[in-house]
């Protein structure tokens, strides 16, 4: 009868168990209005509970869970008072993403200067693709070109002022847009 009598104590108790969440989760939801978050402060309620107990006994463990759940819901409302609204969209929040003129703009930049390059003398095109794209040294294009410094250094000179003509006979400033 000792087994029998138990397996009907832990069956009660875990009904009441089951009893108890359903009536906390009813409790919590009905104050957050929001399933999800009244699920984990239902779970959090019983970590709590968890903890508690393993250092001192509980009395009333509905009146303990209820309580903490109280206070749990109380916090959730406290912190998102403290957090700026999120729905509103600031007036001076910066998109780090350039305008769509913009891209047109540098795309139109870069279809000018693509077709600049290509008309342009082979070796300048060379030496200034070498020093300014791929960071040659101009060291290393004379002593590959058999060319002297100053020839490397004009060749880059030259192919520079070759695009500023051909972004100004287009309209456009030669510099970086303001």
Do not use: W
């Not at 875990?14 to 009905?30: N, S």
């Not at 749990?72 to 403290?82: E, G, T, Y």
């Not at 780090?96 to 891209?103: D, F, G, K, L, S």
């Not at 060319?147 to 500023?164: G, Q």
Request: positive net charge; proline residues 4%; contains cysteine.
């Amino acid at each position: 009868m000792n087994e029998i009598t138990a397996i009907a104590a832990r069956r009660r108790a875990d009904g009441e168990e089951a009893e108890l969440r359903r009536a906390l989760q009813r409790f919590v939801e009905g104050r957050l209005r929001d399933r999800g978050e009244g699920e984990d402060i239902v779970q959090e309620t019983y970590v709590r509970l968890y903890d508690y107990r393993r250092t001192r006994p509980v009395a009333d463990v509905g009146a303990f869970c209820f309580a903490v759940a109280r206070n749990l819901v109380h916090d959730h409302f406290r912190r998102r008072q403290a957090q700026p609204a999120t729905d509103e969209l600031a007036e001076d929040l910066v998109c780090p993403q350039p305008r769509a003129e913009e891209i047109l703009d540098y795309r139109q930049r870069v279809e000018i200067l693509v077709r600049a390059l290509k008309v342009m003398p082979p070796l300048r095109r060379e030496v200034f693709l070498r020093r300014r794209l791929d960071g040659v040294p101009t060291t290393t294009i004379a002593a590959d070109l058999d060319l002297s410094i100053a020839a490397v250094e004009k060749h880059c000179s030259r192919a520079l002022a070759d695009l500023r003509v051909a972004l100004e006979r287009r309209g456009l400033p030669a510099g970086a847009r303001a």
